[in-house]
């Protein structure tokens, strides 16, 4: 049986905001985090700027991918996911932001704060108390410390526990 190569996450919490925010007018707009389906995948492509193959996440069966989009814009989606709950936790395999949400031009601020947010409280839903664990990139360690109050568990695990995870939880869901 072949394992899956391990990916070193490399996201940027650019900023923890109530939902998401509109770059230019600092507009916030209500998200949904809901299942990706086999037909929104066939946009999400690296010829549309998409970094990772998701149809590949999409298949596996241990894994859930979800898509973060604005509550009265379905169609549009600004980031994905890639979810596996464990025995004792919820493990993120994969997570990306929409193309127009990266980089110095970016349209919305908060997409990967709000999808650790969901997958948290994903966590509590499924009995694991909040805990999110990741693999990360060495350079982005301190910052995932510092913007999330993840754990560096040892070599480029990263942990979320629950008192992290409700403070997640709270700035993003507030019901």
């Not at 990706?36 to 999409?58: D, H, Q």
């Not at 994903?122 to 999330?148: C, M, P």
């Given at each position: 049986?072949?394992?899956?190569?391990?990916?070193?996450?490399?996201?940027?919490?650019?900023?923890?905001?109530?939902?998401?925010?509109?770059?230019?007018?600092?507009?916030?707009?209500?998200?949904?985090?809901?299942?990706?389906?086999?037909?929104?995948?066939?946009?999400?492509?690296?010829?549309?700027?998409?970094?990772?193959?998701?149809?590949?996440?999409?298949?596996?069966?241990?894994?859930?991918?979800?898509?973060?989009?604005?509550?009265?814009?379905?169609?549009?989606?600004?980031?994905l996911?890639?979810?596996?709950v464990?025995?004792?936790?919820?493990?993120m395999?994969?997570?990306?932001?929409?193309?127009?949400?990266?980089?110095?031009?970016?349209?919305?601020?908060?997409?990967?704060?709000?999808?650790?947010?969901?997958?948290?409280?994903?966590?509590?839903?499924?009995?694991?108390?909040?805990?999110?664990?990741?693999?990360?990139?060495?350079?982005?360690?301190?910052?995932?410390?510092?913007?999330?109050?993840?754990?560096?568990?040892?070599?480029?695990?990263?942990?979320?526990?629950?008192?992290?995870?409700?403070?997640?939880?709270?700035?993003?869901?507030?019901?």
């Amino acid at each position: 049986m072949n394992k899956k190569e391990q990916i070193e996450l490399d996201f940027f919490i650019d900023k923890l905001t109530n939902s998401i925010e509109n770059v230019n007018s600092g507009d916030n707009f209500p998200t949904e985090v809901s299942l990706v389906t086999a037909t929104e995948l066939k946009r999400i492509t690296k010829v549309n700027g998409w970094k990772f193959n998701w149809k590949s996440e999409f298949k596996a069966p241990e894994r859930d991918v979800y898509k973060l989009t604005i509550s009265n814009n379905p169609t549009i989606i600004q980031g994905l996911v890639s979810l596996e709950v464990k025995s004792d936790h919820v493990y993120m395999h994969l997570i990306e932001s929409a193309p127009f949400n990266i980089g110095k031009n970016k349209t919305y601020l908060g997409v990967p704060g709000n999808l650790i947010a969901f997958a948290c409280r994903l966590s509590f839903q499924r009995g694991n108390d909040g805990f999110l664990s990741f693999v990360a990139k060495t350079k982005l360690i301190k910052h995932y410390e510092t913007s999330l109050g993840a754990y560096h568990f040892g070599g480029h695990l990263m942990v979320i526990d629950n008192v992290s995870a409700l403070k997640l939880i709270d700035k993003y869901f507030k019901d």
